[in-house]
Every structure is written in C-alpha cells, then in structure tokens.
C-alpha cells in the first residue's frame, strides 16, 4: 500500500510540474509584458523596471526563478492590484470558495446517490423516471442558467432568499443547488446504473435465499458494493465542481477564486491568471491523487492491478 | 396427465416452409434504426434537432433586420414589440435573428468541435489499436499525460495565447476533448483485431490503412458515435462556460453563450434578454443528451439498463 501511495504521489507532482510549466510558457507566448503600456515612463527607466524584476534575463533563467518561488509557494504579484499578492488573493478568496465546493459536492454526492437508489430499486418504474428525467435535465441545463433562473424566481420575484452575496445560510442555498444540480444529475445516473449491476450479482441471490431481511440486503450487499465505482469519478466531479464555481460565483458575487480568476481574465491580469491557474491545476490533481488513494484503501483490487482506469 | 400416443398424429412437413425465411434481414443500420424509431425520446429530440437547425440556417436569411443591426431609438423593447418577436438587447438589435445566428455559431462550434475530435481520435486510436505493442504503449502514456491537464485550465490557457476568436474556440474546445475517444476507439480495435475476418483479410495482404478503414473501423463505429451525439453539447456547454468567463466570440458576433452571458447582466430589469438563449442552449443540449442516449440503446442493445 505504501508503495502504492509513493507511486501515486510521484506521478502527481510530475502532473503538476507539467500543468505549471506548460501555463507558464503559454503565458510568456502572449505577446508584451508588463510595463508596455505605462507610457509616461521613459524608456531608460522601463529597461531598469525590467532589469529589476529580471525581464531581461533568458526565458530559462526567468522561467528557473519561477520554478523556484513556485516550489516555494510565491505566486508572485498581480498587475492591477497595487501591492497585492497572488497568494494574498487567493487565501482570501480560498474559504468562500472552499465553502461553496464543499458544500455543492456534499449536496450533490449525498442528494445523487439517493435519488440512484431509489431509481434502481424501483426499476423502470415511477421514481426511476424520474430521477432519468432529473439526470438529462441536470447534464443539459448549463449552471448558469439555473443560477440565474433561480436567482430571478426566488430572489427577485418572490423575495424569499437573497439575491446574491454569501453572508448567511440563507445566502448560500441557491448558490449550492445551482452548482451542485450537474453533480447530482450525473451521480444519480451512474449510481443507479451501478446499483443495478450489483442487484444482478449471484451474491445478491445467495443472501436472499440465506433469508436476510430486504433492509439488509439493500443496506450491506447492495448499496456498499454499488457505491465504490461512483467514488472513483469524485476526483473529475471535484474538477467540474470548481469550473462551475466560476460561474456561479460570478453570478452571485461571492468573493471567492472563482470571480476573482474571472476578473482577472476580462483585465488581462497575465501573474494572476498564471497563479490562479497553477493553484487551480495543483488543486485539481491533488483532489485526483486523494481521490485514487482513497479509493485504493477502500478496494484492495485497484492496487493489484496497479491502475484505476 | 399422460399423453397417451392416440393424441397426436402426424401432420407431415413441408420442407420447402421449414427452410423459409420469414422476416427479411436487417442490416445493422436497419435495425438500429427500427429500435430508434420505438424511442420517443429520441424521436422528439430528432425532431426539435431538425426545427432548431432549420431555424438557424433560414431564420437570419429571411429577417428583415440583420444580426448586427442597430436601433438606438428602440433599445431593450419588451418581447413583442413592433415585430419584435423577443425583444431588442441594449443596442436595439432584434434579439430574435441574434439567437438564431446564435445558434448558427453554437452548433457550428458543437459540430466542429465534435468532428475535430472524431477525426483526431479515430487515427490516433487506430494506429495506437492497430499497431499495439510499444507504438500502442508510448502512444497512451502520451495520452495518459495529457489526460491529467485540467480541461478548462488549457482551454484558458490557448485563448489568451491565440486571441479571442471562433476559429480559437474550435480549437481550444477540442484541443483535449479528443483523448477520450482516442482511448474509446483504441479500446474497441483491440478486441475486435483478434478475430477471424481480420486474419483473414490480413491473410489476402490487405494494406494497414485498408485494414483500419474497412474492416476494424465499420466494426466499431457504434460506440464512436454514441460518444459523438454526447461530445456536441459538451462543445456548446464549454462554448458557453468560456462565452460566460468572457472569452468567448467577439462581438458583434453572437453565439448562446455570449447572447446569455450579457443577459445575465441586466437580469433583474430583462429577464428575457436571459430567457430566450437559455431556453435555447437548455434545449438543444436537452435533444442531444436524449438523442445520445437513444443511439447508445439502440446502436448497443447490451449496454441497456
């Protein structure tokens, strides 16, 4: 298992280099850099700005330096925000975003894997309809048009909850259903897909004729056999979770990464877009390592096998 | 009961009828046509599909004002108002003709989209499939590697290098979208390479290119379809994520993404500028996930739950 995890943690960091590397040299693609449009300073003194913040060196060496801070958790400074740094940025806006995340993913695991068992357990009856209907509306409506629909319904129209921000519980109910309704759409679908794998199983026959109480069965045969695959996919889902909350933070104002990378792209803020990318890179492989470890401690088949794809 | 040997007798058989065959063959596109048509769901989805295209193509061509048409004098008019069948954004153009322009520009990029991932992925699956061995094993730690770059992230990333534009979006859409089906199709190739027909096509000293056009692709194309109808609304979902972010099409272009996307900024006071592209990305998405979901029951009967 040891082994498994060192394994798994290598790849991970040689993912991460890549995804930093490969954002950085895109970056130093655009063409420009950061003083071509201060006009009042003379061009003397935009070649010593330059030199001083080691414009003028070699891409490798510059690129070297980059390396460097990164490895040391120094995402440099924004443009447009005076003294500001990309990591202050971002550790301000982290706990609303992680809040939000969290949140929608906790809705959309627990309200999907519901409504996937209950669809498989009424086989092409009624509820399991239903909960398809759910799962194409969900995996065909855009997040923002829901955010948005219900923002004017709930908010504007009938005034039950607030329109935007993320002070109280209140404010946090639409923001969550809307970034967690692709969630829960596709986690039914694959949840209730799985469980009726597992319901055909001979296993399941056996502990029926052993003469186990229904409850038991769906309880400790079914639902915990059917459960481990939909685990395997949480690292993408977490991945979607977080391009969602762009959107949806954007719409709702809530000062999380989410608005302020959308900011930062509509002010061509190039040091924030890069830090806001590599951080949102390493957050999503990260999420993925932890994902496949759990899941490797979970079912001892994956390791032996040496993959989980 | 017994049967007692009175009970029955002999009716004789008429060889000729015994060997008949009664229903006429269907080849495989008959009978995964014959299993769409019992799906209502698909059918519905076939039909808003051809009306939603329809639209896009004639709509624009016939209106009487053009997409980037300006009226200052009638400027955010309510649905209805003097022929305006949805109204007029904040320049006073007919919102109508800009969503089916719109929607010329959506599905354009969908179906580009898709189609750039189709070619991309059926060669480089093929190859990797066909050839196996170390070609196969360096080809997919390629694909490993690649698989690993947050989608979004790269999309991001080759829009601001290359500079907003709709050729860029194609392009960033489908610049990762295609490793899924690269595998799929790898995937497929590899079983279906082992049997018989392909020995024995090899054996008459048919060429690799032959081989993958003839005999392994056509054997496998279900699955590569089914994969299809799912990546066009996700080519017009990521259009309209990006369009959303501000990286979409430039003006006065409109696609549903930037359409919905300045909609939402003025939601409160015009909720229909909003409405009428959401309706319509919500739609078309909805028709292709349902026509997706018909062909994959009907291409692929087993795989029906």
Redo the contacts between chains.
Sequence with gaps: MFKYILKRIAGALV?VW??VS??WF??Q??PGDPFQNERRVIPELKEQLRKYYGLDKPLVVQYGVYMKNFAQGNLGMSFLRKNRMVNTIIKEGLPYSASLGLRAIAVGFIVGISLGIVAALNHNKGWDRFSIFVA??G????G??IA??L??FLG?KLKILP?AQWKSFAHTIMPTFALSLTMIAQVARFM??SM?DVIGQDYIKTAKAKGLSTMKIIWSHEIRNAILPVITILGPWI?FVL?GS??IE??FAIPGIGKF??QS??AQDYPL?TGI?AF??VL??FM?LLVDILYGLIDPRIRLDGSSK | MELKHEQFRVIGKDLSTAQKIVRPSLTYWQDAWRRLKKNPAAITAIVILTILSLLAIFQPMFSKYSYSDQNLMLTLARPGVEGHLFGTDNLGRDLFVRVWVGARISLLIGITGALIELVIGIIYGGVSGYKGGNVDNIMMRVVD?LY???E???M???I??MGPGLFTVILAISSLHWLPMARIVRGQILQVKEQEFVLAARTLGASPSRMIGRHLIPNVIGPIIVRLTFSI?GAI?FE??LS????GVPQPLASWGTL??T??QQ??AH?HL?LFP?IA??LA??SF??LG?GLRDALDPRLR?
Excluded: C, E, H
């Design positions: 993912t890549i995804v490969l954002t895109m970056m693609a655009i194409i509306l995996v065909s409506i855009p923002f048009v948005a629909t923002q004017w504007v329109v209730r897909s009726l991945a391009t762009f959107v954007t719409i990378y959308v792209i509509n877009i990318t949102m890179g999503m492989v993925n | 590697v690993v770059i947050p979004v992230v790269m991001i990333l080759l601001m290098v609304p979902f309209a994520f959303f972010i501000g990286m919905a996307a909609g939402q939601l409160i909720p909003l959401s990305i919500s998405m909805l996930n349902m979901d739950k």
